[in-house]
């Protein structure tokens, strides 16, 4: 920017030489107006339409759920009737075949032995049973 150094009276003049800024100016609007047609282009994208009426979710499978009590037994699904090791890990290998895969709820009483526990955990694993999780009760 451009400062007079002077007039008669001596003291320096305070205006502002403004036609540098105005080339400028001119130089950037002539820029704009030849890049912006270019840019204009458009591209076509074929979007997906939403049915509502169709549902791809598969129907939820109820979960198993298996009661430890503290002495070992087993119980399979509320049934009266305690489960053995060998039918618990038959049963685990049909449950893991099925898809989609239930989840396998574990209940274990308070005094049980963890090893208990484990041997079922590893069971349920050894079978290919992948969704595990354990159930309490909320009372200590």
Do not use: C, W
Request: no cysteine.
């Amino acid at each position: 920017m451009a400062m007079s150094s002077g007039n008669e009276s001596g003291s320096p003049m305070s205006e502002i030489n403004v036609t540098p800024l105005v080339d400028v100016m001119l130089v950037l609007l002539i820029i704009f107006m030849i890049t912006a047609p270019l840019m204009s282009h458009r591209i076509t994208v074929k979007l997906p339409t939403a049915n509502p009426k169709t549902t791809d979710q598969p129907t939820p499978v109820p979960p198993i759920d298996l009661a430890i009590k503290d002495d070992g037994s087993m119980f399979l699904n509320d049934d009266q009737n305690a489960i053995s090791d060998v039918e618990l890990k038959s049963k685990f290998a049909v449950y893991a075949a099925m898809s989609p895969q239930p989840e396998l709820q574990i209940r274990a009483a308070k005094d049980t032995e963890f090893k208990t526990v484990r041997k079922v955990l590893g069971d349920a694993k050894d079978s290919g049973m992948v969704h595990v999780g354990f159930m309490t009760t909320g009372k200590e």
